[in-house]
């Protein structure tokens, strides 16, 4: 009889049924879940991932760990896939969303060995996702009412941080907040995240680090004055040199004469360009490229500031932070393609010397946070939680509400929505109580990455909150029951909501697999992964 692997090429693997296919995804699926879970909390612990490229990374960050391991297996890949949608959704969560999805597979596997089929799972799972997300929306307990209120934004920021850098967060929240507003457009709807940039300076410690209003260029300028005010700046892309031509020429030079001539026809076309530069009211000299020293030899003459700037991504950054327009062409600049900057200075932050395009005014378009740190694993992983918290910025000037940290909306969804499935009539609400049971993996992580009783934390909630207390959550300092509203212990609604809705759609995705057909891999290297340099800025 004929069977699917004689119609398949030779080598096609293929996996069929509950053994095979689904409890195999399930299984892989909770292993690597289990991976990122230690890592979730202020007390999460540090994963040392070592890519292959032989690059070290000593992280906390969910996001990142998925990033840098190569996750082959399907089903889990589709965990990653998950978590990579919330970065770019939201930017933080990501672990979230692994942990939760990871648990509510776990609970449809005790489901399928006690006999229900995927369909009846999936029926109750769709019931009892669509409940847990309008009764999300019922927790509200903190809405921002103004996004420019720097006490305020810090206070929201402050959990998002401590989960990231615990004992941090009372350094860093008021820096991410002075630097957000600062750029913060007047429809703070249209916030740009890349507007806030991080420039790491390798000495001193984290609480060195501080804010500065403006570009905050890691090199030095390349003549002799350092300091410049109220200056407009011309930007050239290609390099301030003397043309050279694309073909190959002789010059036939016979006497002294001829030579010195030769050299003063190109000494004057440079000296007339420096000097209508100058005449244009430029006062610094922005370079993409070479800077010859014939032309450094009259921008020092005509006293004028001069840096080079050799990254393209660098230069579209000035540019933008001074509004300037960066020219391919060697002339003189028009007034509309001149930049603005109110200082542009060279200092020194530790022994490394900065330019600081710094703009006083409250036009500015670009801020920079300046990371200081005793190693650049520790200097990362600052980025990595600044990044954070400037995309929670953005995610709360769309909406600004706030549940409950800590575990409490968690319990109080998991309670609202068991009692939901007792009212369930037919097999859907096995499916919905252990959807319910799910959510009670949050908080026994928290208690168990703090060393607490996770057994003991999460019956002491169940018994808070059957008494009223929607807010109560997990101190991990002190081990005991709270309310996390008075503890300032708030979760963006917007990250739960996204993270909810992309658990339970994985979940369910993964259930509906009864077959897994795998091809023979091709032979040969893999093409290496082309991408943008520069970690893909746009700008």
Known sequence: MLGLNDMLKEGTKHLVGKDEALLKNIEACKKFSEITRTS????????????????????????????????????????????????????????????????????AESLLQIGLHPSEIIAGYEKAGKKALEDLETLVVHKLDDVRDEAKVTHCLKTVLSSKQYGYEDLLAPMIAK??????????????????????????????????????????????????????????????????????????????????NFNKGEEKAMEEFIHGVAEAGVKV?????????????????????????????????????????????????TAEELGHCDVVTVEEIGSTRVTIFRQDGEDSQVSTIVVRGSTDNIMDDVERAIDDGVNV?????????????????????????????????????????????AFEIIPRTLAENAGLQANKV???????????????????????????TSLGFLDLLGTKTYAIRLATNTAITVLRVDQIIMSKPAGGPKPPKQGPMDGGDDF
Do not use: W
């Open 40 to 107: 979730f909390g202020p007390n999460g612990r540090n994963k040392m991932v070592v890519n292959h490229l032989e690059k070290l990374f000593v992280t906390n960050d969910a996001a990142t760990i998925m990033k840098e391991l190569d996750v082959v297996h399907a089903a889990a890949r589709m965990l990653v896939l998950a978590a990579q949608m919330q970065e770019s959704e939201v930017g933080d969560g990501t672990n979230l969303v692994v942990i939760l999805a990871g648990e509510l597979l776990k609970q």
């Open 393 to 437: 910025y953005k995610a709360m000037c769309r909406d600004p509400r706030f549940v409950a940290g800590a575990g409490a909306s968690e319990v109080e969804i998991a309670r609202r929505v068991s009692t939901f499935g007792d009212g369930v009539s037919g097999l859907d609400q096995y499916a919905i109580q252990h959807f319910a049971q």
């Open 458 to 484: 999460v019956s002491n909630l169940y018994a808070a909150h059957q008494k009223g207390h929607a807010d109560f959550g997990l101190n991990v300092e002190t081990g005991e029951v709270a309310s996390s």
């Open 285 to 333: 000299l922005v370079s993409g490229s070479t800077i010859s020293e014939l032309a450094l030899h009259y921008i020092e003459r005509y006293n004028m500031m001069v840096v080079k700037i050799p990254s393209k991504f660098q230069l579209r950054r000035v540019c933008k932070t001074v509004g300037a327009t960066p020219l391919v062409k060697f002339g003189v600049p």
């Open 179 to 260: 630097a957000c507003i600062q750029v913060c457009p007047k429809n703070a709807k249209n916030f740009n995240v890349d507007n806030v940039r991080v420039t790491k300076i390798l000495g001193m410690g984290v609480s060195d680090s501080q804010v500065l209003k403006g570009f905050v260029l890691p090199r030095p300028a390349e003549g002799t004055i350092k300091h410049v005010t109220d200056a407009k700046i011309a930007v050239f892309s290609a390099g301030i040199d003397i043309g050279k031509t694309e073909t190959k020429g002789t010059v036939k030079i016979t006497n002294a004469e001829e030579l010195l």
